[in-house]
């Protein structure tokens, strides 16, 4: 419980204090060595068989980037984004088992420009499109309109033109496609990255 407390304190020092999105890894690193040293030092009896996990009751942010916590085995340390991003995407995966995204109509459809190329694959990832909850259409040689686009991704706040060309630039880099099942993990992993909190977010 001191040690932990000596983090705590620690990374509180740090966020109030630096400038910078870094941190001194020394002092953490030091006391990580003295709490091993001490784990070493108690008899083999006072340890428990199995850990025991136990609820966090504080989680710490620091530089509005990483959230610090414990479990049964010390100091945790957590990408706040990767973390969002992981949650995200199991959640949008078991959602997906059940069915079609939910989707919003647009009002008036959203334009990109995009090479002929691009605009061509979007009948290889018509079926994909379809269980996300995006329609869009070819509207010339270069140009895409998208109908409509996943409520989730509206209520996060991503822009359906910017979310459309990143997916078709990503399909068209890494080849994926023909293979539904794997345009749709691609697609998700997408979406959770765009919809989770990003570095710099301060959280409740």
């Known amino acids: 419980a001191d040690n932990t407390r000596r983090f705590v304190d620690y990374f509180q020092r740090v966020a109030q204090s630096s400038t910078e999105k870094r941190f001194d890894y020394a002092p953490m690193r030091a006391a990580m060595d003295a709490e091993r040293a001490r784990e070493s030092e108690r008899p083999a ?14 989680v710490l942010q620091v530089h509005n980037s990483y959230l610090v916590t414990q479990d049964e ?8 984004h ?10 949008l995966s078991a959602r997906l088992a059940q069915g079609p995204l939910e989707s919003q109509r647009l009002l008036t459809p959203a334009t990109l420009s995009a090479p002929p190329a691009q605009v061509e694959r979007l009948g290889d990832l018509a079926k994909v499109f379809e269980r996300l909850g995006v ?7 270069d140009s895409i309109a998208i109908h409509a686009f996943p409520t989730f991704l ?10 459309i060309a990143g997916l078709l630039e ?3 880099s890494e080849g994926f496609g023909a293979g539904e099942e794997e345009a749709l993990h691609e697609a ?17």
């Open 45 to 58: 009896a006072q340890e428990p068989e199995l850990p025991q996990a136990r609820p966090a009751h504080r």
């Open 170 to 172: 990503r399909a068209e």
């Open 135 to 141: 329609e869009a259409s070819p509207l010339g040689p």
């Open 82 to 91: 990767a973390l969002h991003e992981r949650v995200m995407f199991e959640a």
């Open 154 to 163: 509206f209520g996060r706040g991503v822009d359906p033109a910017e979310f």
């Open 188 to 204: 998700l992993d997408m979406m959770a990255c765009k919809a989770a909190v990003k570095a710099g977010d301060r959280m409740s």
């Open 73 to 80: 085995h010390g100091l945790v340390i957590i990408d706040q």
